[in-house]
């Protein structure tokens, strides 16, 4: 039963893959689709420099981007302003307010978070300091 269950999230996985025309390698997928079983909304895009699937698991928005040879760099996850270290929603809250809040972390596990306000996006650390990302 498990193994029909993985070979059709695997199957579903390579057809939204076959579709957005993106060649993912099969590793890529197959790791993917391990990790996180429960994922819905998947939908993969790709470049010359990276792989980034966006997927929601749990009730929550996610985006993770893997490099070209499969290693993931960042992984990113909605969450409520709430959730926010208070220092982050300080500084945040005398900017305006936030349309969408999301926490990343990056291969080293290094975590900041991505407040949009307006059109703009803001990236903050825990301690509320703005970091030039991305």
Known sequence: MRKKIGFGILFIL?????????????????NFSKVHPQAQSIKWEGNKHEY?????????????????AGSIMETEHSIDFTDLPAAVQTVASKK?????VAEITSASGAK???VQIGSKDYFFDANGSEKNVK
């Open 112 to 114: 900041y978070y991505e």
């Open 52 to 68: 980034e699937v966006h997927f929601k698991e749990g009730g929550q928005d996610y985006s993770i981007s893997y490099s070209l």
């Open 14 to 30: 390579l057809a939204v893959v076959a579709y957005s025309k993106v060649t993912v390698p099969a590793a890529i997928t197959a």
């Open 96 to 100: 305006g307010k936030a349309k969408e």
